[in-house]
């Protein structure tokens, strides 16, 4: 096993066991969470240290997502950095330099470098300020899960959806992994909705979900010879 593959197992090992025990745990969440459709998953992310919000009291659920928020989002929540991966002569690009829309001193500029060296296609002339959509918002959860989970590259027969020639062609292959996988899921004509604008809950919920996953997969027996769950 590389040096990358033990950093994933750890990362997912780490993440298993905080969030195992802690979807109803007592504790200071957010304040403003009321209402919110699986608010007690936001506050095990946010009592373990795996998302923040506003302030240390508010998360402003029903917000629209913006880049640098789900960039942030999906970074922290998964806790991506460059531990594992060694650049030549040492030097780390910065965030402006992959991204000359960021400025150094901002405060997902970090969140940027992690996610990019960590399986994460952001464009290069992104706008850290513009609303995430949904198939963009989903095709980074996505990309950065199977990086974390060191999963395997799957072959899906895509699931036909009414809306898919709306789908930016670069996001179609995470959104049909992710709905293979039972990580996203459709409006009740069967539609994605790739153009939609997400809230902050919706993201965090989906990020919760996909850790998750990850959890699942850590605790599932090897498969035998025969490719078949060990009993």
């Not at 240390?56 to 991506?80: D, E, K, R, Y």
């Not at 699931?159 to 899921?185: K, N």
């Not at 989906?206 to 010879?225: F, Q, T, V």
Request: aromatic residues 6%; glycine residues 8%; hydrophobic residues 40%.
């Amino acid at each position: 096993m590389n040096r990358k593959s033990i950093s994933s197992v750890l990362a997912v090992s780490v993440l298993s066991l905080s969030l195992g025990s802690q979807l109803f745990a007592a504790g200071a969440g957010f304040g403003d969470l009321q209402g919110v459709k699986d608010a007690g998953k936001i506050d095990a992310l946010k009592s373990e240290g795996l998302l923040k919000g506003v302030s240390a009291t508010t998360f402003h659920p029903n917000s629209v997502l913006t880049n640098a928020q789900g960039i942030q989002l999906i970074a922290g929540g998964l806790q991506l950095s460059l531990a594992a991966i060694t650049f030549e002569a040492g030097k780390v690009p910065t965030a402006h330099d992959l991204f000359p829309a960021i400025d150094n001193k901002a405060w997902y500029a970090e969140a940027f470098v992690n996610a990019s060296f960590n399986g994460v296609d952001i464009p290069k002339s992104i706008d850290p300020t513009a609303k995430m959509t949904k198939e963009a918002y989903v095709s980074s959860l996505m990309q950065a899960l199977e990086k974390t989970g060191n999963l395997p590259m799957i072959k899906v027969a895509p699931q036909p959806l009414p809306d898919e020639d709306q789908i930016t062609p670069e996001y179609q292959g995470a959104i049909q992994r992710a709905l293979s996988r039972g990580l996203v899921s459709l409006d009740e004509g069967g539609k994605f909705n790739p153009k939609s604008e997400i809230t902050r809950a919706e993201a965090a919920v989906m990020l919760y979900d996909g850790i998750e996953y990850l959890k699942e997969l850590s605790d599932a027996p090897a498969p035998d010879s025969n490719g078949q769950p060990a009993e």
